[in-house]
Structure formats: C-alpha cells, structure tokens
C-alpha cells in the first residue's frame, strides 16, 4: 500500500484536534514501515497497534470534549461514529490480526483500513465541526469497503470455513453461476431503514448447510426444509451488526428471491454492490438505506 503521510489539507484549524491527527498518522506511518520488515516479532507489532488504539480512543475522547464546549449541533451523530469504529470496525480488524498472529500483510491490511477511515473522517466529520463542510448522514458505509470486506471474510470462514476475497467493488448484477438470493431489511438509529441484498452460490450453501446441521449434502435436491433460510438468516444477522442495526424484520421464506426477482430488486439501486470470491463459490453483498419519513 501507499505510505501514510500527513498532509496540511487535513487540518481543520483546531490545534488540539490537528495535532492529534498529526501524530496519529506518524504512527500509522511507523507501524506500516515496520510491516515491511519480515523478522519482525509478532508481539513488536501488538504492543504498536495496542499503543495506536490507546491514542486513538485518547483523541476520540478529546476531541468529543470539544465539540461539547462549542455546543457543535451534530455532536450525537459524531459520537456514534467514533462509537462505531471503536465498538465495531475495531473489533473486526483486531480479531484478523489475532487469526493472522499479527502477520505484516494484516497488519498492512489494519493500517489500510485505518488510514482511509481516519482520512474520510478528518474531510467530512471533522471538517464540518468548523463548517467546511456537511456532517455525513445517516449510516452510509459505502465508501468504508475495506471495513466490510473484512467483516464478510470474517463471516464467511465462521460459517463456511473457507475465506474469501473482494473481486470487485461494483458488482453489476452479472450472473454468478447457480446460486440463491435473499434479502433484509432493518431499522438503523434515525429513522433510517436499511436493506441488504445477498446472493450465494450452491456450492458455498451447501457448505453452510453441512456446516450449520453437521451433515455431508453434495446436491440441492437433498437440502432439507429451511436450510437455505438458515444459512442466510445466519448470514444477516452478522452482517447487521456491521450498521448497528436497531431491529431487524421477521425473516422468512418470502425472503428468498428467484433470480429475476434479484434482478428487479437490484436495478432499483444499491451503492454499495460488492462480489466476493472463495475457492469454491461467489457471493455478492449489496446495500441501501433511506429515511423513513412514513414512520411515526
């Protein structure tokens, strides 16, 4: 990856707050200079990133203080942000580097994540602090794809024991071989509803499902009643927590969807439209939100 640098351009004119971001990308910068060295001890890396995330939380806390002794209007939202990124985004990216014993290419992978979060941050929430700019709306994690990429990397080996891999940011509704689709919907904090859109190959059901009830199916047609719904059902429900979901909706069977009627549902617009690869399958992960402005 790139080498992570502080820029003027990132300064949004509060010393307190810039210096802390300085520093911060000091660190990061640090921290993916030693990822390039091989012999590096593993526990060197640990007590690095142990020591990044204690600055970070210092600067959330911070900066919060702040936007508290100015009355700044969208401090709820701000906070929930930071609230995200500690109790969600966090967790995921140090569970990789705990499966990975904090090899340098997850450690790469954590500086990655970490630079363009703070980077978006820093040029649209903290930005708009000092009115340069609008506070971000609603819950829209499109652009945090390395977020989610990892997280659903994380999901499908719990579930399918087999990684996967991004192969393409802008899926575009291209078949991916024989395969079933579902979809969910969620209420998210702020009126703001939410639906995700899956499809999965057969061979990446099957391993769920074998998985899931502990038997050795090989074919479709000996998939027993509601197992598709169980694997996806199980899918969703991790894959909520990536939006702090508030509340789900019942799931049932009205929520597997034919091919055609994947199709239709996609062509409605979904910006965030990702497809994963395994060794044995495809899956594609999309989603949505909007206000609810019929919800009383």
């Known amino acids: ?6 820029d003027d351009k990132y300064k949004i004119g509060v010393p307190l707050v810039d210096k802390a971001h300085s520093r911060l990308f000091r660190i990061m910068g640090k921290m993916l200079s030693l990822s390039t060295d091989t012999g590096i001890d593993p526990h060197t890396y640990k007590e690095g990133l142990k020591y ?7 600067h959330f806390s911070e900066e919060e203080s702040f936007m508290r002794s100015i009355r700044y209007a969208n401090y709820g939202q701000h906070k929930r942000i930071h609230d995200n990124f500690r109790d969600k985004t966090l967790v995921s990216l140090k569970r990789d580097l705990d499966l990975s014993n904090y090899s340098p290419t997850s450690v790469q992978r954590f500086m990655s994540v970490m630079s363009n ?3 978006e941050h820093i040029m649209k929430e903290d930005q708009a602090i000092v009115g340069k700019g609008p506070a971000r709306k609603g819950n829209n994690l499109s652009s945090q794809i390395a977020t989610i990429s990892l997280a659903v990397n994380r999901y499908t080996t719990e579930l399918f024991q087999i990684e996967s891999k991004l192969t393409s940011s802008e899926y575009k509704g291209q078949n991916i071989g024989n ?3 579902s979809y969910q919907c ?3 904090e702020g009126d703001i509803r939410l ?10 059901i099957l391993r769920g499902v074998n998985k899931i009830y502990g038997t050795q199916i090989t074919q479709s047609d000996e998939l027993p009643d509601g197992a598709v719904l ?3 059902e199980q899918l969703f429900q991790d894959t909520g927590k990536l939006f702090l979901a508030a509340a789900q909706d019942k799931f049932g069977k009205d929520n597997l969807l034919t091919r055609d009627e994947f199709r239709t549902d ?3 617009g979904y910006p965030c439209s990702l497809l994963f690869g395994t060794k044995i399958g495809s899956l594609v992960f999309c989603y949505r939100s909007w206000r609810n402005i019929n919800k009383k």
Do not use: N
Not at 1 to 6: A, F
Not at 52 to 58: I, K, N
């Open 117 to 119: 979060w703070l980077t």
């Open 195 to 204: 639906r995700l859109l899956l499809g999965i190959e057969e061979p990446l």
């Open 1 to 6: 990856m790139e080498k992570i640098v502080w």
């Open 266 to 268: 996609f062509m409605k």
């Open 230 to 232: 169980k694997v996806f």
């Open 52 to 58: 990044l995330e204690g600055y970070t939380m210092t």
């Open 186 to 188: 969620y209420d998210i």
């Open 179 to 181: 395969a079933f689709y």
